[in-house]
């Protein structure tokens, strides 16, 4: 199964692990698409980033922040990834970055990359389809939606627990969807007709809203129990 970070060994039983999230348009300039205060940007593209570093077995070590909206908006910036880092009990992982000071652009846009480091002896157990149970926890949201429908989005401290599970795998779901991320997960290409949720599989799920889960089905009840109204069961026909 292929994540979307990039893992380099250090030693024969560390490897690094690096993902990356950005968003364009979304902020307080004039020309933004999506009008929303800086700190709620940097914090849902901390997110993103570092549930993938999570997700792949990786614990994060340091936040690189890349700034293209201003020198006045970096202090909102670091607020909104300080606020992720709290909810994962993390405040003291280093923050770093830049901010093109240069020249102004007409939208607002920034990149966020997380480190972290990763036990190589510690690997993912896909089962088979037989064999393994699905669900998506969260709900697909895109834009707007994700300030109005907060309720529906995955934290970030229920999806460290989730990571602490054995016998669980999760992919965090981005702008291609549900359905894209479960052929990855399965390594199948199978139609959208074969799959039954009562969530949309190809919506955009914008700033990992919501993950993709396969588990051992002696863990169902715990699942149902930790999520509650976030689990949305996947049966593949």
């Given at each position: 199964?292929k994540r979307d970070?990039?893992?380099?060994p ?9 993902a990356?999230d950005?968003s364009g348009?979304?902020g307080?300039?004039?020309?933004d698409?999506v009008?929303?205060p800086y ?6 593209g901390f ?7 999570m997700a ?7 936040v ?14 670091m607020?909104?990834i300080?606020r992720?880092?709290?909810e ?5 992982i280093?923050i ?5 000071s240069?020249?102004?652009l007409?939208?607002s ?6 480190m ?7 690997h993912?157990?896909?089962l088979s389809?037989?064999?393994m149970k ?6 697909p949201?895109?834009?707007n939606?994700?300030?109005e429908?907060?309720?529906e ?12 599970l054995?016998?669980?795998?999760l992919?965090p779901?981005g ?5 894209h991320e ?8 199978f139609?959208?007709h074969?799959i039954?949720?009562d ?15 396969a588990?051992?089905s ?7 129990n930790k ?7 996947i049966?593949v026909k």
């Open positions: 199964m970070i990039t893992e380099i250090l030693n024969d039983k560390k490897s690094l692990v690096i990356a950005n348009g979304i307080l300039k004039a020309h698409i009008q929303t700190e709620v940007v940097s914090y849902y997110r993103v980033a570092v549930m993938e570093c792949a077995g990786g614990t994060p070590l340091a690189v922040l890349h700034n293209f909206s201003g020198d006045d908006v970096w202090p909102s910036l607020k909104g300080e992720g880092l709290e994962l009990g993390l405040a003291d280093p770093t970055g830049s901010t093109e240069n020249f102004s007409v939208q846009a920034i990149g966020i990359i997380v972290g480091k990763k036990d190589r002896l510690a993912d157990t896909i389809v037989d064999n699905l669900a998506v926890i969260g709900s949201l895109v834009g939606e994700v300030l429908r907060e309720h989005v995955l934290s970030l401290s229920l999806f460290q627990e989730l990571c602490q054995q016998d669980v795998v992919l779901v702008s291609k969807g549900i359905l479960l052929r990855v997960l399965l390594n199948y290409e139609p959208i074969q039954n949720c969530v949309d599989l190809d919506k955009s799920s914008g700033p990992a809203t919501c993950c993709v889960v588990y051992d002696s863990l169902e009840q715990l699942l149902q999520c509650g109204h976030l689990f949305h069961q049966l």
